[in-house]
């Protein structure tokens, strides 16, 4: 029998906040319908050092052992918790390699990524946000750090212009049914009289927040989102056909990563 549940894979390399991204996880694939598995990737280079052949074999498979404990130590109350089967695996190697393999072999609707503070993008100490971005199609949550998504609680959701052009993705009615309405859609246009408007939408389910763009947008955007209580904003992976508004000022994901302190959801290519 076909298993028709979105498949969706945790990226990590196991630091301090891997609680929180499991846990905006399992409230994504309990609204979904989702299966998670977690990955983690080990470069050979931290575990071998300069030890010899023998040296060195003896290191991996002593690190096979810790790393199996350590994600058990951290998947299990999580899983036990809120009743959601994660299966983990990792491996030895190229990080981009490994990920790529990995994807190629497992295919999955879905990759999660811990958001971090730093502007530039790195995760298992390599540029693994952005290569999952650009070479990855489906669907990428980048979790944030705190403002968790709540297993079993409504979503509290915000997309970058329409939720139509957003929410271009499978889930989208899911997610709608364990939404808190009204939805927040925030758009940048280029100019206008007054910046920071509020509009209803035409169809009452939605609040436009309205941003005339300037050196202050994105710090602006953040506090909205933070002060709207949104903890999941959806973003259009390519935004130059999120509109067709003229006026409509688009963004790029390294300007929303680095600015908004709440989880994204990237839509698929």
């Known amino acids: 029998m076909k298993n028709n549940k979105y498949k969706i894979v945790v990226l990590t390399d196991f630091n301090d906040s891997t609680k929180t991204i ?24 931290d575990v071998i050092e300069r030890e010899n052949q023998l040296s060195s074999m003896r290191a991996i498979n002593d690190e096979h052992i810790k790393m199996e404990k350590k994600m058990k130590r951290v998947i299990d109350p ?26 190629q072999a497992n295919r999955p609707d879905i990759i999660v990524l811990g958001k971090r503070k730093a502007k530039r993008f790195k995760l298992l100490g390599d540029s693994i946000t952005q290569f999952i971005l650009n070479t990855f199609d489906g669907v990428v949550m980048i979790a944030a750090k705190n403002n ?18 957003a929410v271009d ?6 997610l709608l049914e364990h939404t808190k ?8 246009i280029k ?34 989102l933070m002060k709207s209580k949104v903890n999941l904003l959806c973003f259009e992976r390519s935004q130059k056909n ?9 963004l790029d994901i390294n ?15």
Do not use: C, W
């Open 181 to 188: 309405k009204p939805v927040k859609s925030f758009k940048i």
């Open 169 to 174: 993705m499978k889930f989208a009615d899911a």
């Open 255 to 269: 300007s929303m990563v680095n600015s908004v302190n709440v989880s994204l959801l990237v839509g698929s290519r």
């Open 78 to 103: 999580i899983s036990n918790e809120y009743g959601v089967d994660i299966r983990n695996s990792f491996a030895f190697g190229n990080v981009k390699n490994e990920l790529e393999d990995y994807i």
């Open 191 to 224: 100019n206008a009289m007054v910046s920071n408007q509020t509009e209803k939408a035409a169809d009452t389910e939605t609040i436009d927040y309205v941003f005339e763009y300037n050196d202050k947008t994105m710090e602006s955007i953040s506090n909205y």
């Open 242 to 250: 999120a509109t067709n508004k003229e006026n409509q000022h688009t």
């Open 22 to 45: 499991l846990k905006s996880t399992v409230s994504l694939a309990k609204m979904i319908g989702g299966e998670i598995e977690v990955f983690h990737v080990m470069k050979p280079i």
């Open 148 to 165: 968790a998504l709540e297993p079993n609680k409504e979503l509290s959701l915000g997309v970058m212009n329409s939720f139509q052009s």
